[in-house]
């Protein structure tokens, strides 16, 4: 076979068998992470405020939470009703670290802080980290689907 047959039979391989190859999945748009920035602002506003409607509304219905020190919860009533006994808040910030997903699903890392006001003793302050994974509804918004955070702090000895 001549050299210029070779070559031009490479080639021709080359491109079928990248023709073969299944397309990328659409990635997320710009529109699609600012959304998914205002419902975490949405989130933390909620929380501050100890609006807990508002705060369980941005969960899907067949939502899933995994808490630490506590077994998971699972429903956005039972959501509702887990933050309901939160202690009051003065301070909380969910800053988003990484937002990375497909068109229909995402997946949230961020970081939290929090100060929790107890009755009757000091404020006790923690930080850590969350995860979340959100679907993409109908009507463009992205609602959590799965969430877990732990803290940063030390375990009492």
Known sequence: MRPTVQIFTLILAALIFSACQAPAPP???DADIAAIRTANAS????AKARDWGALAALYAQDAIIMP???PPVTGRANIQV???AFPPMSAFEVPIVEIEGRSDL?????TYSMTIIQEGSAPVTD???WMEM????ADGSWLIYCDIWNSDMAMPK
């Open 27 to 29: 990635t997320l748009s």
């Open 127 to 129: 930080s850590g980290k």
């Open 43 to 46: 989130y933390a506003s909620a």
């Open 82 to 84: 887990y933050f309901q």
């Open 106 to 110: 995402a997946v949230v890392r961020g």
């Open 68 to 70: 630490p020190n506590h």
């Open 134 to 137: 959100r679907r993409k509804q």
